[in-house]
Structure formats: C-alpha cells, structure tokens
C-alpha cells in the first residue's frame, strides 16, 4: 500500500483503504469530508439519511492468476447490497486465460444519499476485465449528493481492465467519483468512462441539467511514488458547456486512460492519431510520469464515442498483449 500523500483535491494525508467495508465506509467519509465544491450539497434527505444501511454499497474483487488451471481466477470477492458482483467467465476468445465479471447495482440507479466503493485487485500476472450489468443512471436530487470512491491495484506483470457502461448525469444530480489507481512499471491498467449530461430527448433542460460532477484521478506506483493526478469539475450552473472551446457542440464525452510499460507509449501514441469531424473529436496526450496515455473522445452520441473508445482499445490490446479485441457482442 502506498504511502499516504497529501494530493490537491483530497483530504490532507489521504490514500482510500477499501479493503474491507468498514474501512471503506471510512474512506468515504474522509473523501467528502474534503470536497469543498459538494458544499452546497450535504443538507439530508427527509426520507433516509445519507449513508444509512441499504445505502452504502460494497465491493471488493480479488483476481489471481492459478497455474494450474493455466487461467486467472476470481479468488475472492466480498460484497455489500447495493452492489454484487457475477461469478467470473471466460468470454474473451483473444484473451482466453482472462477473467471477466459484470458488476450489478441492485436498485438500477443511483439516488441522493447514496455512498459507493469499489476495490480490484490484480495478482502477480493475473489478468482481468470488470463491466457493468448497464449505463449508471445517477437520478435526479432534492437534497445531499451521491458518492462513489473506486481504488484499483495491479500488481507485476498484471493486466486489469476496468471499461463500464456510460454514466448518466440526470437533471438535477449531484455525483462525487474519486478514483485512485496503483501499479508497478511492469503491469497494464486501462481505465475508460463515458459521460452523459443528461437523458437528451426526456425534458427541455436535461442536456448538462446536472448540478454538480466532480471525478478524481489519481496514479501511483507501488513504492508510493505519485505519478500523476487530475480532477474533472462540472457546474453547469456557472459555465455553459456548449460553448466553443469546451464540448463545442458535442453532448458526449469520452476517457480512456492507458497505463501500460514505458516502452509501448511512442507506438501508442502515433498509432492512436488525432481527428475532428462534424461527428466526433478524438486525440490522445502523455500522461505525466511517463504513466500512459489518455484518449479523449467528443462525439454527438455515445454510439460513436463508443466506437472511437473500443478502437483505441483494441489497439492498445494489439500493442501490448499481441491481439485485438475480439468482434463485440451483437446486444452491446
């Protein structure tokens, strides 16, 4: 476990231990206790005060490699309702040695009060894929804010993928991420989100009708060296975002962040290129510390975003593990 680090747009001293639910519970305290921005949004709900039981969920997924299956596993796994977790498949044909597992909300949404952590753990050459059932539909809110707090470790030689479902931002949401990633020079993290400002033909003000969005990225390797970081604010009520020089036009936004060993970033980096069409924009820049890449897509629908983002995907997968992604499945 790294060192703690006092880091811009976290508590003084911060680093989340998610590894059990208490700490996690802990954890998530301590990250709202420094969002200076959800101030405005932590009144409690009439109907069920904020993070009562029921309202913070819980997920911990432990993958290691096991040799003599010649495959990773699913080792461990600790859950709290209103998050589970499916048994682990091998539906990967490129990567058949891959264990993947879809995440489930039980309630299809997320509503104020709600307080979220995720952990994944990655052994030694273990390799995994973890998605969600569905988009994650953060709703509409009278009082307080929502919160998800998400710490992902890879360990040497691992290869994690993390590529959920697109996040929509209903009118009137207020939605606190924070995601903190560890790994060594030698492993593999790809990290990719797709962001929806609103449900774009359910009312007249639901496009970046939201309140407040505020997501954290921090990067470290595993001897507690910090990499890299960066925070993500959105308040629609101060800054209109269909302006030229912000989204311009487009309504979706998408990230794929790439940490993968130093010595494939040149490749990845020409390959990846740079465009602007009358349907999307997409480019990718080096991360600092030498981490990765970042990809970043605008598009006028997921659908295109979503196609930019598995492009960059695949090519990272070739570029690194020597194959593509397989064809997708025809409902996704």
Not at 13 to 42: M, Q, T, V
Not at 87 to 101: G, N
Not at 155 to 184: C, M, N, S
Not at 219 to 237: K, T
Request: hydrophobic residues 40%.
């Amino acid at each position: 476990m790294p060192e703690a680090r006092p880091l811009s747009g976290a508590p003084q001293g911060f680093f989340p231990d998610c590894s059990s639910f208490a700490a996690a519970r802990e954890a998530l305290a301590r990250l709202e206790a420094g969002a200076a921005e959800f101030a405005p949004y932590c009144d409690e709900p009439p109907q069920m005060k904020s993070g009562a039981t029921g309202k913070v969920g819980y997920l911990r997924l432990d993958f290691q490699r096991d040799e003599k299956l010649g495959r990773t596993v699913l080792a461990d796994l600790d859950r709290r309702a209103p998050l589970l977790a499916q048994k682990a498949l091998y539906w990967d044909s490129s990567q058949p040695d891959m264990a993947c597992v879809i995440t489930i909300e039980t309630t299809g949404c997320v509503v104020q009060g709600d307080r979220l952590a995720l952990e994944v753990h990655a052994g030694k050459g273990a390799r995994a894929l973890v998605t969600t059932q569905s988009a994650t539909k953060v709703h509409s809110m009278e009082h307080n804010h929502a919160t998800l707090l998400q710490h992902f470790v890879v360990e040497e030689k691992g290869w994690l993928e993390y590529v959920p479902d697109p996040l929509i931002l209903h009118r009137r949401a207020r939605f606190l991420q924070d995601t903190w990633v560890t790994l060594p020079a030698s492993a593999g993290f790809l990290y990719g989100e797709i962001l929806m400002p609103g449900r774009r033909w359910h009312h007249e003000e639901e496009q970046f009708g939201f309140d407040m969005y505020s997501a954290g990225f921090h990067v470290f390797r595993s001897d507690g060296e910090a990499l890299f970081e960066e925070r993500l604010v959105l308040d629609p009520g101060k800054t209109p975002f269909c302006n030229a020089g912000i989204m311009a036009g487009y309504e979706v936004f998408g990230t794929l962040y790439a940490l993968v060993p130093e010595e494939f970033l040149p490749a990845l980096r020409e390959e990846a290129g740079s465009g602007v069409t009358e349907r999307l924009a997409f480019g990718a820049l080096t991360l600092p510390g030498r981490a990765g890449l970042a990809f970043r897509v605008l598009g006028r629908n997921v659908e295109a975003v979503r196609e930019t983002m598995r492009a960059f995907r695949s090519l990272v997968r070739k570029t690194v593990l020597g194959r593509e992604l397989p064809p997708g499945f025809l409902w996704s």
